[in-house]
């Protein structure tokens, strides 16, 4: 072993060692190794930070943003009312999201599955009220394991089906990998339904102070406009779009004050008083297509529209608005501002939005445009809360989410462009469409995550410009030569695993590929086994959040640590390796 071998083996293992204490934030940890391994000269100074242009930098940047725009755009929360109103168990919800992910991943980029589902699973966990991380992880292994399932389904299938090609003249074709991928997508799935206890429920580290903002008790009032699919409904079933969220308070119909019983059917130009979160209450607005009695549009054009936003302001004592009303200020017609909601501590408010006479310490939602709403505060004496995401009253497109999603899916089925550019002019056709808004682009973008990437991508790649990943395969040969058939099967499946988080998993196929080949050779055994159990080992990759974009996709969402990968993804990784070796000699003869 040279210098620069060992060097480059200290620096991952004192990366590795930091990773699972946890002291440290991971960005840190990342780019304290990036520093030590140019200090001690395994990385050149010239190459240091070429992981910021990387591909899977880009990757997981657009995706999380393409995430983002189709949550928002409130297709999600639609679909689930519509198709699975009543699924409300956990592991049936789990269920839905791993075998979804599992499938499509076999026949689209499983970060791009992984994407789709991402929203879907926020809403499950809203629904079910449990932390998001419930579901993201095993969701991750999921869109792993459906990759095995086809040559498409990830990238080592594909490798090794050009290293198959190279060495026997004849490549693997799509669904050669199925018999053994199907096996051990089932095996897997069920697995994850009752492993994913074994991960603790985590918080998203990207929790701030808008999320430490709880507040429950708004009231606004919505109008029942022409199309609403809830006129001839009863109260209760508009109630169930917002998952006992918000409630209807009162309803005045033609100047007449009904009580809110859950069997009064709802009918056209109905006023309801609605209560409850910003959250729920948007989700009540947007699915039953009702018009905020308030909302008016600032402005007329579509780039205003573009430009209106809502925010969060307390009325401080001293505010001129102290006893007035909506109404009597006129605030639209002489402020251009709409009164969204309106909240006090301690009381509930059941007269119109627009007649309730305002004290200090209410909260209010207001609407304006993001030039007209500072000044608004500061004249009126309001003082906004810690920023966050108010989608009440905001412009949706549903449609086009989903076409940019699938065109951008599409194209990378088809093979007209590779995946980081097809999801990076997703990401920029969902800012350029307005389906999110630019302000919250980079809010969007999980920035550690991106860090982290970047500065471990020259760090593991020391492993194969100082010749260590040359040096393991070395060794693996020499391990291999002394077991049995399903031992050195094994042997290949588990150092798959293990190499591919610092190599990437195409290049694990590459390093490794050709050495199962030669020792199948020199044993005289077919080599398709041993190719095919390289091809699982660098595809399941559940060991760290490192090695594949998928497991980096749903760490900072998902707020797990480090060490939380192998809880789950140990156990997972040695039921692979269980099922694999006697389905691949059952189903690939060694002779």
Request: proline share 6%; net charge neutral; with cysteine.
């Amino acid at each position: 072993m040279t210098a620069e071998q060992s060097l480059s083996f200290i620096v991952l293992g004192i990366m590795m060692i930091f990773f699972m204490w946890g002291r440290f934030r991971y960005d840190i940890v990342a780019c304290s190794a990036l520093m030590l391994a140019v200090a001690v000269g395994i990385v050149p100074f010239d190459h240091a930070f070429d992981g910021f242009s990387d591909d899977i930098v880009i990757i997981v940047g657009s995706a999380l943003i393409v995430s983002a725009g189709v949550a928002r755009s409130g297709v999600v929360d639609a679909a689930i009312q519509r198709f699975l109103p009543e699924l409300q168990s956990v592991r049936a919800q789990l269920a839905l999201l791993v075998v979804t992910v599992t499938i499509l991943s076999a026949f689209i980029k499983n970060i791009g599955a992984l994407a789709i589902m991402i929203p879907v699973a926020f809403q499950f966990a809203r629904r079910s009220k449990v932390q998001p991380s419930v579901f993201l992880m095993p969701m991750a292994f999921g869109s792993l394991i459906g990759g095995l399932m086809t040559q498409v389904g990830t990238s080592p299938n594909v490798v090794v089906s050009r290293v198959r090609a190279d060495l026997t003249g004849e490549s693997f074709t799509m669904f050669d990998f199925t018999p053994v991928g199907a096996s051990l997508a089932l095996v897997g799935a069920v697995f994850l339904l009752f492993g994913y206890k074994l991960v603790p429920e985590r918080k998203s580290q990207q929790v701030g102070m808008d999320q430490a903002v709880e507040i429950t008790d708004y009231t606004s009032e919505a109008v029942v406009p022409a199309g609403s699919p809830v006129i001839g409904k009863p109260l209760s079933n508009l109630v169930k779009i917002g998952d006992g969220g918000a409630v209807v308070i009162a309803v005045f119909r033609r100047g007449t004050h009904l009580a809110p019983l859950p069997d009064v059917v709802i009918e056209l130009d109905d006023i309801l008083l609605l209560e409850g979160g910003p959250a729920a209450l948007d989700r009540i607005v947007s699915q039953a297509k009702l018009k905020i009695s308030g909302d008016r549009s600032p402005m007329p054009n579509d780039k205003a529209k573009a430009d209106t936003e809502a925010i969060e302001a307390v009325i401080a004592t001293g505010s001129p608005l102290i006893g007035m009303s909506a109404q009597r200020l006129a605030l639209f017609n002489n402020h251009n501002i709409n009164l969204l909601a309106v909240s006090r501590q301690g009381e509930r408010l059941k007269q119109r939005l627009g007649s309730i006479r305002l004290r200090a310490g209410d909260i209010v939602v207001l609407q304006g445009t993001r030039r007209e709403l500072p000044s608004f505060l500061q004249d009126f004496g309001c003082l906004p809360l810690a920023q966050r995401e108010i989608l009440l009253g905001t412009i949706r497109r549903a449609t086009v989410p989903l076409l940019v999603l699938a065109t951008a899916m599409g194209a990378t089925a088809l093979g007209i462009v590779p995946v980081q550019i097809a999801f990076f002019a997703a990401a920029l056709a969902m800012v350029v469409f307005r389906v999110i808004p630019l302000r919250d682009v980079y809010r969007a973008v999980d920035g550690p995550i991106l860090v982290m990437l970047a500065a471990l991508i020259p760090v593991s790649e020391t492993l194969r410009t100082t010749g260590g990943s040359d040096l393991i395969a070395g060794w693996l040969s020499g391990m291999a030569a002394d077991l049995p058939p399903a031992g050195a099967l094994a042997i290949m499946v588990v150092a798959a695993m293990a190499v591919t988080p610092f190599l990437n998993n195409a290049a694990t196929v590459l390093v490794m590929a050709p050495i199962a080949a030669s020792f199948a050779t020199a044993l005289d055994y077919r080599p398709d086994a041993f190719l095919m159990a390289v091809a699982i080992g660098a595809g399941s990759d559940f060991l760290t959040p490192i090695g594949h974009q998928c497991n980096t996709l749903v760490m900072g969402p998902g707020g797990y640590r480090f060490s939380d990968y192998p809880r789950l993804g140990l156990p997972l990784s040695i039921v692979i390796v269980i099922v694999a070796v006697p389905m691949l000699m059952w189903i690939w003869p060694l002779r």
